[in-house]
């Protein structure tokens, strides 16, 4: 079976993300990088090309002269997708440009840094009839779906109660004063976007609360906070949360939380029971009764009490740990499906993964929200759906 050929744009040397991306395509063996634009800076995009093995002359300067040189390619040498692994200000302009040239897209979240910009790149996917998905990357998570698949399934009766909680602590001193170049976009709004933390990694909460539940938020009352005296976009976040089924949600964020990592947690409650999962243990899975009763369920290829969609997507048996690699892995080997399954004239008009064009829509309606219901003074606004 050919391999599914892959453009990236960013990720180059010093970069955060950007390997971690590479390291998922590769791990299914279904992907290959075949060319990139990995920095704005034309020396490291070749550094980066050159380490990674890459020809020279499939190596560009800068992510314009990639597409247009690839996109005159033969069609069964070019790239088929571009992966985005970009500071948010280059998302959607990349992402329209891409769709436009014939390429499938494959993007780092937020889609866009304001809804309007995200309205946007949702009409050129549609002209397009090409792929387009986002990495949030907890949906990768085998147990993360299948939390999904026993609420929605009815297990623990209809939710009433939501809570996620997504803690950093990196960002609790201002590094962008130092020289750290992933503290200096993340907090400028010309590179970000209309929000910090609720569009790093709010984004992400939302996206889960969402997803896990099968529920749309339709209100929220927000405060927005800043920690770091200077900042000009926020580094904490707290919102209730309605959900269109009448049931309520808390949401809480941050990136000053001096000593946490990554601890994104969700809990639903419902007539009958409860469900947690936290990044912290990925591999479990909590299930609460209304009498007290608690149980884990636990990840693995082999274990019996999970979907058996859940258990296609664990790599290893019970007792052997997968991670956050794999669970982009399992993003990308969608994806790659998904480009696969198309008909013989290359078109399609949707996209198989949950963070599609319609979730990028919504993260971007959901940052807005916060920031306008912080900005009244802490008032419930609807989130337009």
């Known amino acids: ?88 200000d280059l998302h959607c302009v990349v992402a329209s440009a891409a769709l436009e040239s014939g390429f ?53 009766g209809i939710v009433r109660r939501v809570q996620v909680e997504y803690p950093q602590g990196w960002l609790a001193t201002p590094l962008e004063s130092a020289g750290n170049r992933q503290a200096q976009w993340r907090t400028d709004p010309q590179r970000a976007g209309v929000g910090g933390s609720v569009g790093d990694i709010g984004v992400h909460a939302f996206n889960l609360a969402e997803y896990v539940t099968g529920l749309n938020v339709t209100r929220l009352c927000a405060d927005l906070g800043i920690a770091i005296p200077g900042r000009a976009l926020d580094d904490q976040a ?71 969609a859940t258990r296609a997507a664990c790599r290893t048996p019970s007792g052997h740990p ?6 982009f892995a399992n993003i990308y080997r969608a994806f790659a499906e998904d480009i696969r399954g198309l008909c013989p004239t290359g078109s399609a008009a949707t996209v198989s993964s949950p963070a599609n064009i319609g979730a990028a829509l919504r993260g971007m309606a959901f940052i807005e929200a916060m920031v306008a219901s912080s900005a009244a003074g802490q008032r419930w606004v609807e989130l337009d759906a």
Not at 244 to 258: E, R
Not at 262 to 283: C, F, M, Q, V
Not at 322 to 327: D, P
């Open 1 to 88: 079976m050919a391999r599914v050929r892959m453009a990236m744009v960013g990720g180059g040397e010093g970069a955060f993300i950007g390997e971690i991306h590479r390291a998922a395509a590769r791990l299914d063996g279904q992907i290959e990088l075949v060319c990139g634009a990995f920095s704005s800076r034309p020396e490291i995009s070749r550094q980066t090309g050159a380490r990674l093995g890459l020809p020279m002359d499939r190596v560009y300067s800068s992510w314009r002269d990639m597409l247009l040189q690839e996109s005159s390619l033969p069609e069964d040498s070019s790239a088929q997708f571009v992966s985005i692994v970009t500071p948010n």
């Open 104 to 156: 499938h897209v494959l993007s780092d979240k937020p889609a866009t840094r304001t809804l309007a910009e995200a309205q946007a790149l949702a009409e050129a996917v549609k002209r397009s009839n090409r792929l387009y998905a986002l990495t949030h990357t907890y949906l990768g998570y085998p147990l993360v779906a299948e939390a999904r698949a026993r609420v929605t399934g009815g297990e623990i």
């Open 238 to 308: 707290a919102a209730f949360l309605r959900f269109d089924n009448g049931a309520t949600g808390l949401l809480s964020v941050s990136q000053v939380s001096a000593g946490e990592e990554n601890d994104l947690t969700i809990k639903a409650y419902g007539e009958t029971g409860g469900i947690a999962w936290s990044h912290r243990d990925p591999n479990s899975l909590h299930i609460l009764s209304l009498k007290g009763a608690r149980r884990t369920v636990r990840a693995g290829s082999d274990v019996v009490d999970l979907r058996p």
């Open 322 to 327: 997968e991670g956050y690699i794999e669970a």
